[in-house]
């Protein structure tokens, strides 16, 4: 009876639960914010204006050029769509920039095989100015979204106190759930509380959010890349291990493809990102994007790696006193992927380690590719602990079998490498 009991009640607790199945792994897409901002001026600037013309062209572009089969599934509307709330106290979006409607949106977007993201914010206003979601608007928006087939809600945290914060974002994964529809929910909540315990509980989080962000926007600068990893490597110990397959940290979009970084500089936030298990929301003109940037958004090997499905963060593991940082990620099949990242500002530099000092350990053999953005592939072994390796952070190049090298200051180099079973039955 006691059994029965408990079980009942956990079956229960499970109801308040955002139990919607979705992004086991990482979420990949496209979101408006970073790069469009809140341009409502669509009679000066029709081409770039928040409108329904803007998401359908980028989503003709990830369909067709190439995004959609690597995954890039999500087309994100944020801010500034909002237009008001009808009679009912429906929402609806701006008339004249969305003529055909928000289902309309998604119904384009669902016929190209991608997923529509909206944005809202838990308070009277979202942080540009257009209407929010009070509490007593939770249940309503909840339903109007999955009226119009969203896959996923942005739930921003401007103008709120935490207080209706802390009743707002469960009551809205509640909502969420009661519509029926599997709609990704990425929370803002744990921003507005300053991103760490005990402001911010992260398994209440992991139960109720897919995603959330912890810390501030990315604007367009590499300034603001390091202001955001810093503060996800120095919180490491809290925010990795509540990370997994349907609850994702969210550092911000990507700047690849923006203004503000250099092209090393956008390669070592693709392959930071990547490490970190981040979600890969680009936020570019996918209209004028380079092949250069598309290659680095599009890299094969980075992407898989993200989309691991054991879906395990990154750590930083090392940093040394020469001003290179090693980030290390555990993978399926016993690989793991490492980030080479020099802060260096003067010229290439040679680095040198060992298996054992990058925490490999027992006398196993390492399969190791070095295959990071050039897309080509090198590859070699290594016996640990004492191979020593030496890693020239520079090119990408060929090398003999347990001398490996790849990648550049400045750059983010990724390498995989995997315990092979076979080789260490060998060597035993
Ligand atoms: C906040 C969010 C941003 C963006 C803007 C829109 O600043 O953190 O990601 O959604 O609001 O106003």
Redesign the pocket.
């Known amino acids: 009876m006691l059994l029965r009991t408990v079980l009942l009640l956990a079956l229960v607790g499970q109801g308040l639960l955002l139990e919607n199945g979705l992004l086991r792994t990482p979420p990949m897409g496209w979101l408006a ?1 970073e790069r469009f901002r ?1 341009n409502i001026d669509c009679d000066e600037d029709p081409e770039n204006c928040i409108s329904e013309r803007l998401f359908m062209e980028m989503a003709d572009r990830l369909a067709q050029d190439g995004w959609r089969d690597l995954g890039y599934v999500y087309l994100n509307i ?2 500034c769509w909002i237009g008001g709330r009808d009679a009912e106290g429906r929402l609806v979006p701006d008339s004249k920039r969305f003529p055909h409607g928000i289902g309309f949106l998604a119904d384009y977007a669902h016929s190209l095989g991608l997923k529509l993201g909206i ?1 809202e914010d838990m308070g009277n206003l ?3 100015g257009y209407p929010g979601t009070t509490l007593d608007k939770v249940d309503l928006d909840a339903q109007t979204f999955a009226s119009w087939k969203v896959d996923m809600l ?1 739930l ?1 945290g ?1 103008f709120s106190t935490s207080e209706e914060r802390a009743l707002g974002y469960p009551k809205m994964a509640a909502a969420l759930n009661a519509t029926g529809r599997p709609i990704a929910f990425s929370c ?1 909540w744990p ?1 507005y509380e300053g991103g760490l315990p005990p402001k911010v509980n992260y398994s209440l989080l992991a139960d109720i959010c897919n995603l959330w ?1 912890n810390y501030d ?1 990315m604007q367009d600068s590499w300034r603001d890349v390091l202001s955001i990893l810093d503060w996800f490597v120095k919180h490491q110990d809290i925010l990795q291990p509540v990370a997994g397959p349907g609850r994702w940290n969210d550092p ?1 979009m990507l700047l690849v493809g923006n203004f503000g970084l250099s092209f090393e500089q956008a390669r070592s936030q693709m392959a930071l990102w990547t490490i970190l298990a981040a979600p890969l929301f680009m936020s570019t003109d996918l209209r004028t994007i380079s092949p250069q940037n598309m290659d680095i958004l599009q890299n094969p090997l980075m992407i898989k790696i993200n989309q691991d499905p054991l879906g395990i963060q990154g750590r930083r593991i090392l940093k040394e006193k020469s001003h290179i940082e090693v980030f290390k990620r555990p993978l399926s099949g016993e690989a793991s992927a490492l980030v080479f990242f020099s802060r260096r500002t003067d010229m290439p530099y040679h680095y040198h380690s060992s298996l054992s000092q990058l925490n490999y350990t027992g006398s196993k053999m390492y399969e190791v590719s070095a295959s990071a953005f050039p897309g080509g592939l090198c590859w070699g072994a290594a016996r640990s602990p004492m191979a020593s390796l030496s890693w020239e952070l520079w090119g990408l190049w060929r090398v003999p079998v347990g001398q490996l090298q790849a990648l550049r200051a400045e750059a983010g180099a990724i390498f995989q490498t995997r315990v092979s079973r076979l080789c260490r039955r060998s060597w035993v």
């Open positions: 914010w809140c944020d801010d944005y979202t942080c540009m942005k921003d401007c803002s921003a962000r926007d911000d």
